[in-house]
C-alpha cells in the first residue's frame, strides 16, 4: 500500500486564488463544486452546455453558471466531471479552443486519459483526484463529517505543482478525512471498469438474476425468489462494508457460510475466463471505443439494454415486495 495522507498533510494553499470551473453539475459535479467551496475553495465557477437542465440547480445553489467556453476562458483549473464517453467531444469543442494558457486539468477517473479520449495540451497539468464511490456519496460523506476514499496521480506536470494541486483538491472534497493514496491514471480506470462490469454491477446483477430463475424452474414463488436472491443482497453488502467479507461470514449463519464455501471454487473458476477477458477488453481501449460510439450514436445499444432489463421477471416480482413495504410503513 501507498502512503495514506490525511488532512494535517496537505497544503491547500495551492488552490487559493485560483478560478475553478467544474464541468458538469449532475451528482459528481454538485458534490465537487459544494464541497470545495464549503471548504473555502473561492471563484468557483459551473460551466454547462446551453440548455443543461441542471442549470437552475447549481444557480439556486449559488454558483455563478457559465458556457463551457467561457469556462475555459476563465479558469485557472478545469475539472471536467461530465459523462466520461462526452469527455472527448467536450474537449475537442469547447475547452480545448478556448483555454487560457497554462490551465490545469482535473479529472475523477482515468478513462479519458489512458483510453485516448483526450490529447492535453502540453502547458497545462493534468491530473487524477478520484474519490472512490457514487458521485452523490461525495456529498452526503462530507455532511456527516467524513469523507470517501480519495486517490491521485498525475498525467502531465507543467508546473512542478501537479501532485500538490490533486492533493489539494481531493483534501478539498473530504477525502482527507478518510485518507488519500497515489495511483496511476491506467490503474484507476482498470480497477474502476472492471470492478463495476465484473463484480458491483454485471457480476452482482448477473447472479442474482440466474438465481432468480433457477428458483422459478424449482417451483419456488416469484416474491420469495425475489427476496432470497436480489433483496437480500443489501444486507450482506453492508455486513462486507462493516466488516469485511472474513467478517460477514462470522455474522451469517454457520448453514450459509458452510454451503458459501462449497460452492466458492467453482464460481470463481466459472467466472475467471470472464474476468479476463475483460480486462482485455479494457486494457486493449476496445471497451472505450465501443462505449463511445454508441453514446455518439445516441446510446442506442445501451437504451435497448436498459429496456430489456426492465422487463426480466424479477422486475415485477420486486415491484410487488417494494410496494408492501411501503404500504406498511
Request: glycine share 12%.
Amino acid at each position: 500500500m501507498t502512503d495514506v495522507l490525511y488532512e494535517a498533510d496537505i497544503d491547500a494553499s495551492v488552490l487559493r486564488g485560483r478560478t475553478l470551473a467544474i464541468i458538469g453539475y449532475g451528482n459528481h459535479g454538485r458534490s465537487h463544486a459544494l464541497n470545495l467551496r464549503d471548504t473555502g475553495a473561492e471563484g468557483v465557477l459551473v460551466a454547462l452546455r446551453e440548455g443543461s437542465p441542471n442549470r437552475a440547480r447549481a444557480e439556486a445553489d449559488g454558483f455563478e453558471v457559465v458556457s463551457l467556453a467561457d469556462g475555459a476562458r476563465r479558469a485557472d483549473i478545469v475539472s471536467l466531471l461530465a459523462a466520461d464517453e462526452a469527455h472527448g467531444e467536450i474537449w475537442r469543442e469547447h475547452i480545448a479552443p478556448n483555454r487560457k494558457p497554462g490551465q490545469a486539468l482535473i479529472l475523477c477517473h482515468g478513462f479519458s486519459i489512458d483510453y485516448g479520449q483526450i490529447d492535453p495540451a502540453p502547458d497545462g497539468d493534468v491530473i487524477l483526484a478520484a474519490a472512490k464511490g457514487p458521485g452523490g456519496a461525495v456529498r452526503t460523506a462530507f455532511e456527516r463529517g467524513g469523507g470517501l476514499l480519495g486517490f491521485w496521480a498525475v498525467h502531465q506536470d507543467a508546473s512542478g505543482q501537479a501532485g500538490a494541486l490533486a492533493k489539494a483538491y481531493l483534501a478539498g472534497l473530504g477525502c482527507g478525512r478518510a485518507g488519500i493514496r497515489e495511483t496511476s491514471f491506467r490503474e484507476e480506470a482498470l480497477a474502476d471498469i472492471l470492478g463495476e462490469q465484473a463484480v458491483l454491477v454485471g457480476g452482482v446483477c448477473a447472479l442474482a438474476r440466474e438465481g432468480f430463475e433457477t428458483l422459478i424452474r424449482a417451483g419456488i414463488r416469484p416474491e420469495m425468489a425475489y427476496i432470497d436472491t436480489v433483496h437480500e443482497i443489501k444486507y450482506i453488502a453492508d455486513l462486507i462494508h462493516e466488516r469485511g467479507m472474513a467478517g460477514m461470514y462470522e455474522a451469517i449463519s454457520d448453514t450459509a457460510e458452510f454451503g458459501a464455501h462449497e460452492v466458492e471454487g467453482a464460481i470463481r473458476e466459472a467466472v475467471r475466463p470472464v474476468f479476463e477477458a475483460i480486462v482485455k477488453d479494457v486494457t486493449s481501449g476496445a471497451f472505450a471505443q465501443r462505449w463511445v460510439a454508441d453514446y455518439e450514436a445516441g446510446r442506442k445499444t445501451l437504451l435497448a439494454r436498459r429496456e430489456a432489463a426492465g422487463r426480466h421477471p424479477a422486475e415485477a416480482a420486486g415491484a410487488a415486495i417494494r410496494a408492501g413495504a411501503a404500504r406498511r410503513g
